[in-house]
């Protein structure tokens, strides 16, 4: 992979999904906790230059479990699409938009936050087919209980 996104089962000394936007933004999934049997936390992360915004020890499995199947879905998809295909966690903390964009890219737009209280939200650009796909099984791999 190129430095769009990266799965680093030991950055900076723990297991964690980066994956870069546009402008320096970002955003990361990390510091897993599996202390909880068939639960696991985790931190969700985005940012900019002069943004930052993250859920704190925020359950992402099973909560957010099925985004691998939406994602590993967008990959397997080799024609353009008109519109916006969406996905939400059941608790409202993590959504991700995809549309299609120029030269075989999915814009990814992640937005995190409380429900009815704040959000953030940073794009990123993944290839379509084989990148969208390896991004799926590396959320699989950091996601799993």
Not at 38 to 47: A, H, I, K, P, S
Not at 52 to 63: C, G, I, N, Q, S
Not at 70 to 96: M, T
Not at 125 to 135: D, F, H, K, S, T
Request: aromatic fraction near 12%.
């Amino acid at each position: 992979m190129d430095d769009i996104y990266r799965y680093d089962p030991d950055l900076d000394g723990e297991e964690a999904v980066v994956l870069t936007g546009v402008g320096g933004s970002f955003l990361r999934f990390y510091r897993p906790n599996r202390s909880e049997p068939g639960v696991l936390r985790c931190r969700v992360e985005v940012g900019g230059v002069g943004m930052r915004a993250a859920l704190h020890d925020t359950v992402a499995y099973p909560f957010f479990w099925d985004v691998v199947a939406f994602l590993d879905d967008l990959g397997k998809i080799v024609a353009p699409w008109e519109g916006i295909r969406s996905w939400c966690s059941r608790d409202g903390a993590l959504r991700v938009d995809a549309v299609f964009g120029t030269g075989g890219h999915i814009a990814l737009t992640w937005a995190v936050g409380e429900p009815r209280s704040w959000s953030a939200s940073i794009t990123t650009e993944i290839e379509a087919g084989e990148q969208m796909r390896a991004l799926a099984t590396d959320l699989h791999h950091f996601l799993r209980p």
